[in-house]
Structures are given as structure tokens and as C-alpha cells.
């Protein structure tokens, strides 16, 4: 029963460095979604995943890089970490577009 | 980008204290959602509304979509401490093919004991 879940929970990196933070879901929905969520920005969209092997770029996706070779997991991964990336990550999925299950997060600094 | 506005950012009131929050955009969506979020969580959808005008109740929660479905509003009545938390909305717009959430910035909400 564990739904989804992400890690790591927290994760401190140099600038430059290359980071992947993992999602992972067990009610086997179709969409998968990545969100940041900053101050004064709210939660913005990297790149979400209809289904395996198809993703779609979000609002932000500039230096993000994702895949979806199984539908429980849509791993997200910082390519070279710049401070700007510094931010807490949500993962989310659902059976559509709308009414998503987040996951608890990842508080990711780039020091 | 369609935007959603949440008003206000910050509310804090007393417990038993009626409250509303509003969440409003120019443009239209065919549907809109609330979500709760708490501190060091991830949010949790509260209700999905879908029609305009529509109004559902979740026990002392209740959610309004407007009838043009730019807008919406949620209602607390006799508000408790464990309400406290970030209301988020988020819309998904009209256009077809369009499968990304827009959400708005929140409303930070407090209830005081």
C-alpha cells in the first residue's frame, strides 16, 4: 500500500554534478508528472509522461532529462546541477491528466 | 500560460470562524481541482469540479466552479486548527489536447485555537 513514493527525501549536490531523483508508483496509473515548487512560483510542471515510453516537455524543462521505460517508475535527472535547480520536487501520477496523487517530495540543494 | 490567481495569499482566523478563498483566471478551463498541502507533504487532492456552476461538499469544505469555469471559490464553515495548511487550485484548460495542470500560487491558511 505503499502508492508513491520518491527518493531520496533529501539530497545535498555540488554545482555541475549529476543528480536523478527517483519516483515510484504501485496503482499502476498512466500519467506521471514532475512539478518544482519555489517561493513565490508555486508548483511548475519539468515534464510529465502520458504512458511508458512517451513524455512531454512541462513549463520548465530547460536542464531536466526524464524516461519512462516501466509505467510504475519516471525517474527525473538534473543533468549538471546549477543553483538555480535548487528547489523541493514533487512527483505525482494519476489515471488522467487532472486529479493527481503527489508524492511526499525531494528537498534538493545545489550547493 | 493560463494563469490562476489565489486570493488571498495569507489568511489567518480564529477556530469557528467562517472563511472563503478564491481562486480566479480570464480564461477557461474544463476543469478545476483544490489540493491541501502541509508542510514537508506533497498536496493532496481535495475535489475535482467539472461543470460550471457546480458545487460539491466535502463535510465542512464546499467548492464552487463558476459558471463561465474561470473561476472558483472555496468555502470553509466553523473552521479548526487541523484545516491549516496551503490550499492549492489547479486548472486544466479548455483546449483540447491540453493535459497540463495549471496551478495557482496558494493561500496559506491558519487557524488559531
Known amino acids: 500500500d505503499a502508492g508513491i513514493t520518491q527518493s531520496p527525501r533529501y539530497k545535498i549536490t555540488e554545482t555541475g554534478r549529476q543528480v536523478t531523483l527517483m519516483c515510484h508508483q504501485t496503482?499502476?496509473?498512466?500519467?506521471m508528472f514532475w512539478y518544482r515548487q519555489d517561493l513565490g512560483h508555486g508548483l511548475r510542471l519539468i515534464y510529465y509522461?502520458?504512458?511508458?515510453?512517451?513524455?512531454d516537455k512541462g513549463e520548465v524543462p530547460d536542464g531536466y532529462v526524464v524516461s519512462r521505460s516501466k509505467t510504475e517508475n519516471f525517474p527525473l535527472t538534473l543533468e549538471s546541477a546549477t543553483r538555480s535547480q535548487t528547489s523541493v520536487y514533487f512527483c505525482?501520477?494519476?489515471?488522467?491528466?487532472?486529479?493527481?496523487?503527489f508524492g511526499p517530495g525531494t528537498r534538493l540543494t545545489v550547493t | 500560460t493560463q494563469l490562476l490567481e489565489q486570493s488571498p495569499q495569507f489568511l489567518s482566523i480564529q477556530e469557528g470562524e467562517n472563511l472563503t478563498v478564491y481562486c480566479n483566471s480570464s480564461?477557461?478551463?474544463?476543469?478545476l481541482q483544490w489540493y491541501r498541502q502541509e508542510p514537508g507533504e506533497g498536496p493532496v487532492l481535495l475535489v475535482t469540479?467539472?461543470?460550471?456552476?457546480e458545487v460539491k461538499k466535502l463535510k465542512r469544505l464546499t467548492f464552487q466552479f463558476g459558471d463561465a469555469r474561470k473561476d472558483s471559490s472555496l468555502h470553509i464553515t466553523a473552521a479548526q486548527p487541523g484545516d491549516t495548511g496551503l490550499y492549492l487550485c489547479?486548472?486544466?484548460?479548455?483546449?483540447?489536447?491540453?493535459?497540463?495542470?495549471?496551478f495557482g500560487t496558494g493561500t496559506r491558511l491558519t487557524i488559531i485555537p
Open positions: 509522461s502520458a504512458a511508458a515510453d512517451i513524455t
Open positions: 489547479a486548472g486544466l484548460p479548455s483546449n483540447f489536447g491540453n493535459e497540463k495542470l495549471t
Open positions: 505525482a501520477s494519476g489515471v488522467s491528466s487532472y486529479e493527481q496523487y
Open positions: 469540479v467539472v461543470t460550471g456552476g
Open positions: 496503482w499502476s496509473h498512466s500519467y
Open positions: 480564461s477557461v478551463f474544463s476543469s
